[in-house]
């Protein structure tokens, strides 16, 4: 019975405050929304940083024709140099370090060259003799890149040590401020959002002063008179917080399932799935919001 | 039922006190008139009972408990033991006279059962058979408090708190709604009036308890109202 009370009043207050409510749904569903995209780019850079830290690696170039670096003042790269190279690499002192050395001729180099620009006009100019071959190293651990760039760079013979992983974190550095920015709109628009309910609770508490009046005098229970008012502002936050999770999904199901996959194949992208775990996360958001401003609210409005 | 002991309430430190050193007991099943021009301490002694303000000295005993030793998640259990009704009535005028009786029993939790049973019930104590689904604006003054009483005693408390419950109907109504007041205090409800209407008061001939500047200056077990000449000449 109370049960059905508090629903029916809950009820009769969001049909007063109509205007007032859907202005917190929007509010609540662009705030959450923003928090929701920041959420997606870091999972979207965890996701990136699994998939290429396993195969970043190390690329030893070794000296052609035309290098300038002072390791290469010799001359290309001689046969002598290349063993001895390969032979620090696999040897004792490097194995705590490399997990494994492969090795790329100038030919294969000029495939993946091919591969990687078939629609690009340059690719019919460039041949193998002037791609670098180089030794493809994967680290035990990726961050030791500096143990390999300082014992080999010098080393006659060798023309660059580059360190793919730098490209990488330029990228994520990007991301991560992007979803910085995300955060700061969610912040501001969650202060308004906060606001927003806070005025609402008042006006609900002002138009339904009498029967709280009433309620007070005839030894309703606390619980009683100021749940329809916390709840009002949750259902409102949270049905925010359902339209913020379904805008989400289609961003990650159109944008990035339908369009950005299909542009860059290579790339792993978050899937559905994995957005559908934030929704919870931006639920419970959505209430905590609601219940904890409508509560500090109550406190200053409706005499208990 | 009701236990006032040198009770002092102070509303503002600069003004005199609202009530100044009130000690009075109320049996169970009492009718009291309090009496007292406006600002004479009726209505602070009203509230000091239902414990929307606490007394600044003293000790106030409602049902042999020490409101002050309530805890504020108690005060509902303690106005549950208590009917209150006022000049202006307080109805929610989008409800019908059903529902506005029911409202006191939906809000603690009655069943639907139960409301359904006991609300015509009360409506006919207080004399409104059969007008169920009016509006409160279809009635008249007298009508509209008739259905604020029912309210106040639907869950049946111990004691009735009536603040001039009479002062917006003509005599010949006021005398139907004493007529209702008086039936409910012989079914053993304690009942206290705060009051200014003389005709009432010496018509009843019930215990009488006048206050002047917030202290009782008389205490008369069946008195007239004789304050007004005094108060005027004042």
Same mark, same amino acid.
């Given at each position: 019975m109370r049960l059905a009370f508090i629903l029916s009043?809950?009820?009769?207050?969001?049909?007063?405050? +109509?205007?007032?409510? &859907? *202005?917190?749904? +929007?509010?609540?569903? &662009? *705030?959450?929304?923003?928090?929701?995209?920041?959420?997606l780019l870091q999972l979207q850079i965890n996701q990136m940083k699994g998939y290429w830290y396993d195969r970043v690696q190390v690329a030893v170039f070794l000296c052609v024709e035309n290098s300038t670096s002072p390791s290469c003042a010799a001359g290309p790269v001689t046969e002598e140099q290349r063993d001895t190279i390969r032979g620090m690499l696999e040897s004792e002192a490097f194995t705590p370090y490399v997990a494994s050395v492969e090795y790329e001729s100038q030919d294969e180099a000029l495939g993946h060259f091919k591969d990687q620009f078939a629609n690009s006009p340059i690719v019919d100019s460039v041949t193998a003799d002037q791609l670098p071959e180089s030794f493809r190293v994967n680290l035990v651990d990726p961050e030791k890149y500096e143990v390999i760039n300082e014992a080999f760079s010098s080393l006659p013979g060798v023309d660059v040590v580059s360190d793919q992983r730098e490209l990488l974190e330029k990228v994520f550095s990007v991301m991560n401020r992007a979803s910085l920015g995300a955060l700061l709109v969610a912040g501001v628009m969650t202060v308004c959002a906060i606001l927003?309910?806070?005025?609402?609770?008042r006006l609900s508490a002002f138009s339904r002063r009498r029967e709280t009046g009433i309620m007070r005098l005839v030894g309703a229970s606390k619980a009683v008179i100021q749940l329809p008012f916390i709840l009002e502002g949750v259902i409102a936050a949270v049905v925010g917080a359902l339209l913020a999770s379904g805008a989400l999904w289609g961003m990650s199901r159109f944008v990035i399932g339908g369009w950005l996959a299909r542009e860059y194949p290579e790339t792993a992208f978050i899937s559905d799935q994995q957005v559908l775990l934030l929704v919870p996360a931006l639920i419970l958001l959505g209430a905590l919001l609601a219940g904890v401003s409508s509560l500090l609210t109550l406190r200053r409005y409706v005499k208990v | 039922m009701i236990r006032f002991e040198n009770v002092t309430k102070v509303y503002d430190a600069t003004s005199r006190p609202a009530l100044d050193s009130v000690s009075l007991e109320v049996d169970r099943s009492e009718f009291v008139f309090l009496v007292g021009a406006s600002g004479s301490g009726k209505s602070t002694f009203i509230r000091l009972?239902?414990?929307e303000d606490s007394a600044s000295r003293g000790a106030v005993y409602v049902a042999g408990q020490n409101v002050a030793n309530i805890p504020s998640w108690r005060v509902p259990r303690l106005r549950r033991g208590i009917g209150v009704v006022f000049q202006d009535f307080r109805l929610l005028p989008n409800?019908?006279?059903?529902?506005?009786?029911a409202f006191a029993m939906?809000?603690?939790?009655?069943?639907?059962?139960?409301?359904?049973?006991?609300?015509?019930?009360?409506?006919?104590?207080?004399?409104?058979?059969?007008?169920?689904?009016?509006?409160?604006?279809?009635?008249?003054?007298?009508?509209?408090?008739?259905?604020?009483?029912?309210?106040?005693?639907?869950?049946?408390?111990?004691?009735?708190?009536?603040?001039?419950?009479?002062g917006n109907l003509d005599p010949t109504t006021s005398m139907g709604i004493m007529k209702v007041l008086d039936r409910i205090n012989s079914n053993g409800t304690t009942v206290v009036m705060a009051t200014h209407d003389d005709d009432i008061v010496n018509t009843m001939r019930k215990r009488v308890v006048e206050l002047r500047n917030g202290a009782v200056v008389r205490d008369d077990a069946q008195g007239i109202y004789i304050g007004e000449?005094?108060?005027?000449?004042?």
């Open positions: 009043e809950i009820g009769s207050g969001l049909r007063r405050n +109509l205007s007032m409510v &859907i *202005s917190v749904i +929007l509010v609540t569903f &662009i *705030s959450l929304t923003f928090v929701g995209a920041a959420g927003l309910i806070a005025t609402t609770i | 009972v239902l414990k409800k019908t006279v059903f529902a506005n009786v939906q809000v603690i939790g009655k069943s639907r059962a139960v409301i359904r049973e006991t609300v015509p019930e009360v409506l006919k104590t207080v004399g409104l058979e059969g007008k169920n689904n009016r509006m409160p604006h279809e009635l008249s003054g007298g009508e509209q408090q008739r259905v604020a009483i029912a309210r106040a005693i639907v869950n049946r408390p111990g004691i009735l708190l009536a603040d001039e419950p009479t000449t005094e108060a005027v000449a004042e």
